[in-house]
Structure formats: structure tokens, C-alpha cells
């Protein structure tokens, strides 16, 4: 409109004049000659076009400033919030934060605040408060919180395609899984060992500081000091079961079982795991569980714990003898009537 304000003033004046000639003529009874009456209706009706040209040229050119001005804005949002989750990226990628990078956090948020309503500036601060020291917890792979990482990317996201596309934006996006690069992170840095007889299993438990299970049901994670006194509780127990077999039936041999983790360059062993077998069939398991304690159970044909106790609770394993001895013999007899049948 302010593009074509001097025609309007020139417009509004030629308009004036015109209607000035059409009211003298009607008021007065002195007659304005024929032809500048033709040429004064001539003028009007030109006036009256150029008007309505000139409006319509006038709201064409506000859109087409107002679209401009809207694309360049978009433009620069765009590459103001693909800068900041650069910055969250670069400054998270090594798993921990500097004095520095925060910093660097504080300056990057400050200066997107400026380009965003109060409202989205408050999820943002919700979002990069969640970042704290659990954020950076790895598993005993040394696998990073995949699923906080994905949480605090989709907040982002979600603000920015708000301030991006208003309604149009639709509904929030949900989260992702990933799952996969879980499962890649966790096989690379965890190793099955086998130890051929039980001294080996020792040796594998005195090499190590910790010891480490990760529940599959419900993903927790139990780590724990292995200390002398556990080995030799562990050891005893062995002796004890050793004993009980054979007393048995010498075709009941004994498999072993452990794995091997490493986080942060840190090696870890798993639950030592020490199998029954009968003619070759996995029948009984004993060793420690994530609690600590000292346990046997069976696998076949039943599923159950025959018995456990604690490590300073040792002394009375020799209680258990009779309950232990008959659970073992049940499983044989099972196992040979399975075979018979």
C-alpha cells in the first residue's frame, strides 16, 4: 500500500474535481457544457478502474512480501535449530559433559530463545534439564542410555516442528526404538567362557575384582565384590556336591560355565554357573546366585531351587546332604524312565 501512495493522492485529488464539477452542475442552474460532462464521466470511470487495479496490486504485493518474509524467517529457524541439536550432539557424542560444553549449551539456548514463543522455550529447558549424571550411565557393555537419548531428541524435535509448522504439525512425534543397536553394543562386549574343570573357574573368578549379572526379565543390573572368603565358600560347596555325585552314579559329570564383561576397559565375570549332566543330559546347576548366595536347583524334567544359603551359613551344608542327595537321585530316576520308555 505505502508502494503506491503518491498515485493514491493524485487518484483522490482528480476525484475530488470530478465530483466538484458533477454537484456545481446539479446545484447550479447554469449549464456545464455537453462535452465536459462526457469527459468528466470518462475521467470518473477511470479513476474508479484504477482504483480497483490499484488495490488489487496492492494486496497482491502485501502477500507476495508477507510469503517472502514468512520463507525467510522459516529459512533461518530451520538452520538455527538444526544448529542446536549440532551443538547437543557434539557436545553429548563423548559421553560426559565440560565446564566448557555447558557453556556452550547456555550460549546456544540463550540464543535460540530469541526466535521462540515463551512456551516452547520452556519445554526446551524441561528437556536439557533431564540431562544429568544417570543420563550418562552405560551398561555393563558400556552401552550408553539409548532410550534417554531418543526421549531427549524427540522433545526437541517436537518444539521445533511446532515453531516450524504451527497446527500443521499435526500430532507429536513419539519416540523411536532402536533396539537393534542394543542388541549390536551388547554382543561385541560380552564373551561365553567355557573353563574346562572348576580350578580354571576359580582362576577366571581370583583374576577379577567384580562380578556383575544383568537380569534378562527385567534388564537390572546386580555387580558385587568377589573376595576370597566367596571363592572359598564356592569352593567348599563344589567339593560338597562332587562328593554327593559321586556317592551316585559316576556317569554324572560336571560342565562349567561364565561370562566375561568389559565396561570402560574394566573386565567384569558373570554368575559362575557349574552344570549336571547325565549321559550327556543337562539335568542340575549349581553355583552363586545375584544375591550372593550359594544355591543348587534343578533343570530337568523340573525346573525348581533344591536349596541355598548364605556364604557364612557354610558351616551348616552338611544339613542339607539328604535333601540335596534325593533331588539328584529323582532326576536320574526321571531321566532313565524317560530313556526307557
Not at 455537453?34 to 469527459?39: A, S, T
Not at 510469503?67 to 533461518?76: A, G, I, P, R
Not at 544383568?214 to 566367596?230: A, F, H, M, Q
Amino acid at each position: 500500500m505505502r508502494k503506491y501512495k503518491k498515485y493514491w493522492f493524485y487518484l483522490l485529488f482528480a476525484l475530488c474535481i470530478s465530483l466538484t464539477i458533477i454537484i456545481i452542475n446539479n446545484l447550479n442552474d447554469t449549464a456545464i457544457p455537453k462535452i465536459v460532462q462526457d469527459i468528466n464521466s470518462g475521467v470518473i470511470g477511470a479513476i474508479l478502474t484504477t482504483i480497483i487495479t490499484l488495490l488489487l496490486l496492492s494486496n497482491q504485493t502485501e502477500s507476495q512480501e508477507n510469503l517472502t518474509k514468512s520463507s525467510v524467517v522459516y529459512e533461518e529457524k530451520l538452520k538455527i535449530f538444526n544448529k542446536f541439536l549440532e551443538t547437543i550432539f557434539r557436545c553429548l557424542e563423548d559421553g560426559k559433559l565440560t565446564s566448557g560444553e555447558i557453556v556452550e549449551i547456555i550460549h546456544s539456548f540463550s540464543m535460540l530463545r530469541i526466535h521462540i514463543s515463551p512456551e516452547s522455550s520452556q519445554k526446551l529447558e524441561e528437556s536439557i534439564m533431564s540431562i544429568d549424571n544417570s543420563f550418562f550411565y552405560v551398561d555393563e557393555n558400556n552401552t550408553p542410555n539409548l532410550k534417554r537419548y531418543i526421549r531427549l531428541y524427540t522433545d526437541l524435535t517436537n518444539v521445533f516442528r511446532k515453531e516450524l509448522y504451527g497446527d500443521k504439525a499435526h500430532s507429536a512425534l513419539n519416540d523411536f526404538n532402536f533396539n537393534n543397536f542394543a542388541e549390536i553394543l551388547f554382543l561385541k562386549r560380552t564373551v561365553d567362557l567355557r573353563p574346562l574343570n572348576f580350578n580354571e573357574l576359580t582362576a577366571l573368578l581370583n583374576d577379577h575384582t567384580k562380578l556383575l549379572y544383568r537380569n534378562p526379565k527385567t534388564e537390572n543390573t546386580t555387580v558385587y565384590e568377589i573376595d576370597s572368603n566367596l571363592i572359598d565358600c564356592l569352593t567348599v560347596f563344589h567339593d560338597f556336591i562332587e562328593e554327593i555325585v559321586k556317592s551316585i552314579s559316576d556317569e554324572i559329570t560336571f560342565s562349567f560355565e561364565i561370562k566375561k564383561h568389559i565396561i570402560n576397559k574394566e573386565s567384569y565375570v558373570g554368575l559362575p554357573y557349574i552344570k549336571l549332566n547325565y549321559k550327556k543330559h543337562y539335568f542340575a546347576h549349581f553355583g552363586i546366585s545375584e544375591k550372593k548366595r550359594l544355591f543348587i536347583g534343578t533343570k530337568n524334567p523340573n525346573s525348581k531351587q533344591i536349596a541355598a544359603l548364605e556364604t557364612y551359613e557354610i558351616e551348616r551344608l552338611s544339613k542339607l546332604k539328604i535333601q540335596i542327595s534325593n533331588e539328584i537321585k529323582h532326576c536320574i530316576h526321571e531321566l532313565n524312565s524317560h530313556k526307557n520308555e
